[in-house]
Structure formats: C-alpha cells, structure tokens
C-alpha cells in the first residue's frame, strides 16, 4: 500500500536518511557456530552481525537466535525460514531495532516446510519500515512500502509462522501487517500483556487461496491500524486505509480473537470471501473510528469525511457470495463503529454492512452469509446505519442478528435496512433475520435512532432454558420510526414452543416490535379451565363422562392433580369433599360399566 504521510519538522528529513542508506542488500546467514547471541559476529557466516545494510537469514530453527541489548541497532530485512526444509526461532528481549525493509520485506516463515517463531518480550521494541516511534522522535519517512509476512507460502504441510509479543514489547509498522496472507500461508500472532501493535496501513488474515490466519489479543494489550505512531497521534503517525481485513478470498480462513482487557483500533473491518470467526470476549474490545486524528479511549464521534491523509474505506464484511462470517460478542466484550465515508458519489453505504457492499460504500451484487450473535452482557453500538444484506443480485446472500437473553446493549444510532438496496430504493432477493432468544422473563431490545426499514426482513423467535408462562412481554425493537406493518414472513417460533393454552402474539407498531405470550398454561385436571382442580371439575368431568377426553384415565389425572395449584404450591392437604367426590367418581364408573355391558 502507498503511504500518505505527515511529519513533524522537527524529525529528520526523507531524505538525509536515504542518503546514509547502502543501495543494495547482502545476504548473511545465521550458523549458531558459537552461541545463540544474534549479535556475535562469529555466529554469522560473513562473520560480521547483521546491520542495515544485510538480509538477516535464519534458516536453522535448532538453535534460538537471542537479541539483548541496550540503545538502538539497525536492520536490513529479516527472513525464518526459506525454500525447502528450514525455519527459525528468535527471541527479542531488549533494545530498539530499526528494520528498513528498504530493499525486502520480511518472513516470519517462508515457502518453509518448519515452525518458524519470533517472540518479542521484556522492553523489546521493533520500529518497522522506518515509522515514527510515537514518542517525539523517529525516523522520519515513510519507509519503502515493504510487508512484515507472518506466515507467508508455508506450504501444504501447514507449517506455521508465529509471532508473539508479551510484556512491554512494541511493534510499529509503517505499512501492513500480513498474517497468512499469500498463497499456502498458515500465519498466526498473539499479543498479550501490556504489549503494543500499530500499522500505518493495515493489518490482515488470510487473503490468498488457500490460506489460514489467526490473531489473538489478550492481556492488556493494544493493536492500532491506520496510525503507525498510535491511535490519536497525528502529529506524527503515518496512515493510509487503516484497514483490518479477515479472509478474501473461498479457500482462506480466519480467525480473530480479543479477549481480557485487549482492545484493537482501525479505521475500517473488511471480510470479502472465506470463512471469518470473529469473536470479542471476556472484556475485549474491538473500535472502527478514525485512528489518525482520534485518540483512545474517548473515541468520540469520529466521521470519516474528505481525510487527506489516505483513501477512506467503507466496513463490510461477506461481501462475495462465497463468504462466511461469524461475530460473536460475549462476556462484557464490546464492539463499535464509526464509519461514514464520503466519495463524493453521493450513496456510499455508512456505518455497517453485512452480505453485500464494499470497501467503497456501495452496493454489491454478490453477497454472502453473516451471522452477528451478541450474548452476555455484549455492547454493539454502531453510529451510523446496519445494512442487512443489501446485496442486489444474489437470492442466496443471507444475515442475521442474533440477540441472546438480556443484558445486551445493541444500538443502531442511524437507520437499520433489513434486505433492502438503498441505491436503487429496491428490495433485495437475499434473506434477513432478527432472532430473538429468549432466555427469561426480560429480554434485551435492539435500539434503533433512525428508522427500522424490517418490511422486508424477517423474524425468529427461540427459547433457550425458559418456560414461559404466560403473561410476558419483550419489546424487541424500538426505533424513531419502523417501515412497515409486518415482516416479509410470518415470524418464525419452530425453536419457541409454549405449553398448552400459551400462544405468541407479535405486534409490529409505528416505533417498536412487540412480543407476548398470551392465555395461560392448562393445569391437568382442570376441566373448566379455571386455573384450579377442585370439585367443579369432577361435576364436568360427570356430566360429560363417556365422551372423548372424559374416562377412567381423564379422572386419575384430576384425582392426582386436586387442589391444584395450591397443593402443588403448599403441599396443603386436599380438601375433605375429595373422599366423597371419589366415591361418586366410583359409582359413575360402575354405571357406566352397566350400561357398556348391556
């Protein structure tokens, strides 16, 4: 990706740095002949350490090279492993390193057949492709455009690349962050602790066919795309797209995980094919505002309107008909967007979407399958619009919106558009879906600021752990103002069956969707239907006895349920009548046996 840069004045310029730059790069090999010190030159085969001038090659994954040192040293490229039977280990501990890339990017595993692994920890700090280091210094350009690949070509084999920050550990990219990006690719990172991440393009998982991605942000760390000094730093970040892109392409895989207290910023999320699991957990947060000018964690409403600093990207995901994408958000994990793009076109799709559009904000016509499920205390704000498949050539493409129980925060503070293309005005053939799962006698509802366009959409309704009992209510929805008197279909119960006497009563208003459950549950024994198993019944029971519904077993069922609810709630003794009205009871069944007998 080309860069669009800002720097300070006060920083060093493009170009006296290049000039202290050598124009070509020499290859140099780790052996590991006298120790595991990366920086002794006999265990290098040129006999010389690596400096800014070198291709730092470690293709011998027995021995870990180790890096531990004080003040600053500078790097041409590194590259684990390579062609045939290789990969490598290093472990980064201490010291800032300047890696130019000027030259070549980077592997963390490479067409290798080996794990290749890079741990940075301690007070470790990688400053990557020259960005600026966030702290009033830097290197002051905007790098050579080269990629930091984890887990690139890896082979069919699915050996892997891994990169894996702890501690205080700081990496800053000027550019992109690959993981499992190109063809066979099988990438993975994992940052925890208080470690730092920050790209000034932009960070992906598994773009190739095939490959497989996974990323896990845990600890208190923080992963920034769109501002390679961090989020808010304008003075001196580099930016472009800002992007954070889950799987492109049918064959490729990936996986996104945040969890504890980590929390990941970017300008815009982008899922075009492949299958994508995204899942926010356990406090974790994931934010899509502008990473340049805002700064955490009062994100604000930040727009992204006409910013010089980079082209602006709409957020979509499963945008090809071949997509498959899965967001949970559980355990007081939440998610945010902020996101409106101006292209001057006029109709660019702002906030969300789902099944349909793309990184420009416009509509596609494939589309694919997304499922959004929130649960748990989960936080889902969106500052602009939700568009539900808005795809408007694929009758496959196909969303839902899953809310599961209460205690759910989901706010659509602009208009929320359920399988409706709103360039051309226009239905569209794709499915999608509300679904409610109730779990209680409280539900959480989805809050709407704009207007609810659900005419066609549709609604399921499922129970999960809860009988209900009668006499409940859940609003479901509620927004400024609701298009529409109904769903597309009738609303879907399959997986919300009531007791007998219980029927569910929707209701679809001017500025929220309802849900009851009407009548009340039939008590066994209760023949008049009075919510009690009392003498009244057998006098029923009597005067219809011989027909369906009234015999000998209709009778044991009132005889073993008299006094209902109040013994079944009291355990109170039955009343006295009971012995007489058994006595009667025997004497019409010895009736009735007569009269069959003649």
Known sequence: MKLATRVSGALLSFCALSASQPAGAVDTTWTAAVNN???????????VAPTAADNALILNPTVTASINFAGTRDLGSFHLGTNGATGGNVDFSAGTLNVHADFNRSHIGDQNSLNSKFVMRGTAVMLYDEPLDGAGAGLGSPGGNQDLEIGAQTGASGSLGLLELHDSAILRISDDLKIGAEANGNGEVLIDGNARISTGSGISISESN?????????????????????????????????????????????DMVIKDSGKVYARTLQQRGGVSNFTIQDNGEFHIFDTFNF????????????????????????QSDDAQFNLLITGNGKMSIDAAVDDGSGL???????????????????????????????????????????????????????????????????DLLMSYDPVNQLQSPGQSTLTAVITGGTHSTIQVGGEAKIEFGNLAVELSGYAPQGGETYTLLTANSITGTSFLNPADFTLAPLASGLTWDLNVGATSVVLKVLGSIALPGDFDSDQDVDGADFLKWQRNFGTPGYDAASLATWKANFGAPATIATGAVPEPCTAVLGSLAVGAMAAYRRRAAR
Request: aromatic share 6%; charged share 10%.
């Open 37 to 47: 010190d990366f920086y002794n030159n006999g265990n290098w085969d040129t006999g």
């Open 210 to 254: 095939p490959s497989k991605g996974k990323m896990t942000v845990g600890g208190s760390a923080l992963v920034v795309s769109g501002n390679s000094a961090g989020a808010g730093n304008a003075a001196q970040g580099f930016t472009d797209e800002g992007y954070f892109t889950l799987s492109v392409n049918g064959a490729a895989t990936a």
């Open 295 to 318: 700064a955490t964690p009062n994100l604000g409403v930040s727009t992204l309107v006409g910013d010089p600093f980079g082209p602006q990207r709409a957020s979509h995901v499963g």
């Open 348 to 414: 660019p799709l702002r906030g969300l979407s789902v099944s349909g559009g793309d990184n420009r904000g416009t509509v596609t016509g494939s589309g694919g399958a997304s499922k959004i499920e929130l649960r748990d205390n989960a936080s889902f704000v969106i500052q602009q619009n939700l568009y539900m498949t808005p795809a408007n050539a694929s009758a496959t493409a196909n969303s839902t919106l899953r809310v599961v129980g209460p205690n759910v925060g989901a706010q659509i503070k602009g």
